[in-house]
Every structure is written in structure tokens, then in C-alpha cells.
């Protein structure tokens, strides 16, 4: 959904949109940054679950005001019984979950 929102956001606002991983510890999550908005109206940052195990294949991506990202992006996320794969293709910014029990 966080991928989804930020293209959208970037379309709605003619704007660029990053997401950045971050890992502290043990506790991994996202920050969203969006181009030209002061800092009290950036989206919140978003933490992941204790315990979900979480792999990017880039450490961020960025959509531009066209709904394009800038890089081909995938996050596997893992818990002991269920992972999600999140891929997102570049050129249309189109965003696919696969779920495996």
C-alpha cells in the first residue's frame, strides 16, 4: 500500500516521492520524503512489525510526477509462517504482491 500512495502522491503533486529502508537494531521500517513539502508535512515514518524479517533489493526508490519509478524494486517480507513478495516495475510503476503460506 505504502508503494501504491507514494506513486499516487507523486502524480497528484506533480512531485518526486523517495522511500527509504532503514534498519535500527532489530527494528526495520521505511521513510517516505516528499519533494518540496515542509518537514511537518511529510507522511510518518513506518516501522515494521518486531519480528517480521524484511529484504529489499535497493535501499530506495524514487516516483517521479509521471507515476515512474527510477529503479525496478523487491521486498520480501517474513515471519516464521507466511511471506509476502512486493515487486514494483520502473517504467510503468506498477506495484505486485505474491503471498506464500
Known amino acids: ?5 507514494a506513486r499516487t502522491t507523486a502524480i497528484a503533486n ?3 516521492v523517495r522511500l ?3 534498519q535500527d537494531g532489530a527494528l526495520t521500517g521505511f521513510v517516505t520524503t ?5 518537514k ?3 507522511p ?3 516501522d515494521f512489525p518486531p519480528g517480521l524479517k524484511t529484504e529489499w533489493s535497493s535501499r530506495s526508490v524514487t516516483f517521479g510526477p509521471d507515476g515512474s ?3 525496478s524494486l523487491s521486498i520480501v517480507l517474513a515471519r516464521p509462517d507466511a511471506t509476502s513478495v512486493i515487486q514494483l516495475f520502473s ?3 506498477q506495484v505486485t504482491v505474491t503471498h506464500k503460506e
Request: negative net charge; hydrophobic residues 30%.
Open 34 to 38: 516528499v519533494e518540496g513539502a515542509a
Open 69 to 71: 519509478a527510477d529503479t
Open 20 to 22: 527509504d529502508s532503514y
Open 40 to 42: 511537518d508535512h511529510q
Open 91 to 93: 517504467a510503468s510503476g
Open 14 to 16: 506533480g512531485a518526486h
Open 44 to 46: 510518518p515514518k513506518h
Open 1 to 5: 500500500g505504502a508503494l501504491r500512495s
